[in-house]
């Protein structure tokens, strides 16, 4: 049997659902067995590959994400929503009760923390803010959910061995879950 | 009282009339889902989770506020009733702005454990994310709409047991909000005796102490069913 390939990625999160996959600690090794970890965000920039399994941290928030989030689904076998944001938005999200303006304005000219010459980035190197915050699964088919912000190692662990090993992981279980 | 005889999920039963399917059911160690129920306070029926099937009864219809009937031949356990309750839990989700990560209730919310109950790793229906208020006006207690499920919970314990009617609900629809007073600040309220019943008969994070931290929240709504009981005691 060849080795599976994943990748993983981070959009629109804090990096946390990458901790906790580090989290599951040697059995990493399991994995490495089954599978070879072919990009993730510690490694390179290089554009995302053709995979098996794609875990995707973070929700759509720029013009870059959704572009990224698309070519991703044409690449990968099968996608994971990994946590609350790529989920639901999550904390992400929480911009979404506002109209984008504002919440510049607020952050980045109003905030007390700002000296008087605050300003809005505009760079053509950033990335751009969409008016809302969007889960995936809004944008693309997602054919698994990691609940959890961050989920538990132990989740994501299960859900990797499982696709690993041809089986259909079931989350449903309330230990393998994590709710916030 | 007049006995009758009722089935629930194939075990027969006998028992008092004028009594609600989901009473005989909790006597009976049949759990059934709820979330507008507490004990000792009037049932509204308001969350849709106690749904049974009744034969001969073309609609389900709520245990909490459906009363027994002789013959009756009750289900609580059918694939219908559960793809009913993860959908009702899901809009639940989506109506409001449940962020967990961040809400002074995670890990000690009824909603949370209904989630896990109802098996749910994600939800179908587009998030509406409204624009909610947080009232913090009061010197104790915060009501947090973003959390709000509108059980009614509050408003039912603050009328039928401290009597002091300080909330109301307004609206309909996604816009039904839970009011103090005439849709005033709740610190400005002339009717709330700041006796706190509200707070521990709330399911989410909608209503909490100031004095708790995230974490550190541990409501007991227990205690106003316990405390219904006890006012009927002729010492
Ligand atoms: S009220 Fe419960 S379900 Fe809603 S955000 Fe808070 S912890 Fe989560
Ligand atoms: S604190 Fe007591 S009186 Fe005030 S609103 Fe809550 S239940 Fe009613
Ligand atoms: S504030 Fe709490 S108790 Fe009142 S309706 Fe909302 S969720 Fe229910
Ligand atoms: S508990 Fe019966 S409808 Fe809410």
Same mark, same amino acid.
């Given at each position: ?27 990493? *090794?399991?994995?490495?067995? *089954? ?43 099968? *996608? ?55 889960? *995936? ?44 | ?235």
């Amino acid at each position: 049997m060849s080795k599976k390939k994943i990748a993983t990625v981070w959009l629109g999160g804090c990096s946390g659902c990458h901790m906790s996959l580090l989290d599951i600690d040697e059995r990493i *090794l399991e994995v490495a067995q *089954l599978a070879d970890i072919v990009k993730c965000p510690i490694v390179d920039g290089k554009e995302f590959p053709e995979v098996d399994i794609a875990l995707v941290e973070g929700a759509i928030t720029s013009d870059e994400h959704l572009k990224e989030i698309l070519h991703i689904r044409k690449q990968s076998k099968i *996608l994971i929503s990994l946590g609350d944001c790529a989920i639901m938005t999550n904390v992400t999200g929480m911009r979404n009760y506002f109209n984008l303006k504002d919440v510049l304005e607020t952050s980045y000219v109003g905030s007390i923390s700002n000296d008087d010459a605050g300003e809005m980035p505009n760079h053509w190197a950033l990335l751009k803010l969409k008016d809302k915050v969007y889960p *995936l699964q809004e944008i693309v088919e997602v054919d698994y959910s990691i609940p959890g912000c961050p989920p538990s190692a132990d989740a994501i662990f299960y859900v990797l061995s499982e696709l690993l090993n041809d089986r259909i992981p079931d989350l449903s279980e309330a230990k393998k879950m994590k709710h916030g | 009282m007049a006995k009758l005889t009722l089935q629930i999920d194939g075990k027969t039963i006998e028992t008092e009339s004028g009594r609600t399917i989901l009473e005989v059911c909790k006597e009976n160690d049949i759990h059934i889902l709820t979330m507008c129920h507490l004990k000792g306070i009037t049932d509204v029926g308001a969350c849709r989770l106690c749904l049974v099937e009744i034969e001969g009864v073309s609609k389900l219809l709520s245990a909490c506020t459906t009363k027994i009937a002789d013959k009756m031949v009750v289900r609580t356990d059918t694939e219908k009733i559960k793809r009913y309750q993860r959908i009702t839990t899901e809009l639940f989700a989506a109506e409001r702005n449940h962020v967990c990560s961040v809400c002074i209730a995670n890990g000690h919310c009824e909603l949370q454990k209904l989630a896990y109950d109802v098996k749910m790793d994600h939800i179908r229906y587009p998030y509406l994310f409204p624009q909610c208020e947080v009232d913090t006006s009061h010197p104790l207690y915060v009501l947090d709409h973003n959390r709000c499920i509108v059980c009614t919970r509050c408003v039912r314990v603050c009328a039928e047991v401290e009597g002091a009617y300080n909330w109301d609900v307004m609206n309909r629809g996604t816009n039904v909000r839970v009011i103090s007073d005439f849709n005033t600040p709740w610190g400005e309220s002339v009717t709330c005796t700041d006796c706190g019943k509200c707070v521990e008969a709330c399911p989410t994070g909608a209503l909490w102490p100031k004095a708790v931290v995230q974490g550190q929240l541990n409501k007991a709504p227990q205690m106003i069913s316990e405390l219904i009981e006890k006012r009927k005691m002729k010492l």
